[in-house]
Nanobody, 121 residues
Framework: VQLQASGGGLVQAGGSLRLSCAAS????????MGWLRRAAGKEREFVAG????????YYADSVKGRFTISRDNAKNTAYLQMNSLKPEDTAVYCC???????????????WGQGTLVTVSS
């Protein structure tokens, strides 16, 4: 499966952004989806994940209550709605596909390119 992430940009603290991850190739609904991010000088970290059906979602503690992950299997697209953004959310965000929602980045099989999110204070 090929993944294409989009929607990043520059936003002020407290603002919102919506990231999209469009998939093509093999059956999108066969994969759990995750969003992961890497801030400058830090390791890549899990942000949010959604099961194949969309019925289960998972979040890092740092984004709970502010971010919402979803998917539309009919459109082969996953989303990450980010509200109440903080400067510490600044990072390159990537979407990834795997057999399950993994919180460890190396377990994902397919990756999209990153989209940069910059939150100014």
């Amino acid at each position: 499966v090929q993944l294409q992430a989009s929607g990043g940009g520059l936003v002020q603290a407290g603002g919102s952004l919506r990231l999209s991850c469009a998939a093509s190739g093999r059956t999108f609904s066969s994969y759990a989806m995750g969003w992961l991010r890497r801030a400058a000088g830090k390791e890549r970290e899990f942000v949010a994940g959604v099961s194949r059906s969309g019925g289960s979602t998972y979040y890092a503690d740092s984004v709970k209550g502010r971010f919402t992950i979803s998917r539309d299997n009919a459109k082969n697209t996953a989303y990450l709605q980010m509200n109440s953004l903080k400067p510490e959310d600044t990072a390159v965000y990537c979407c990834a596909a795997g057999s399950y929602v993994f919180t460890t980045p190396p377990d994902y099989n397919y990756w999209g390119q990153g989209t940069l999110v910059t939150v100014s204070s």
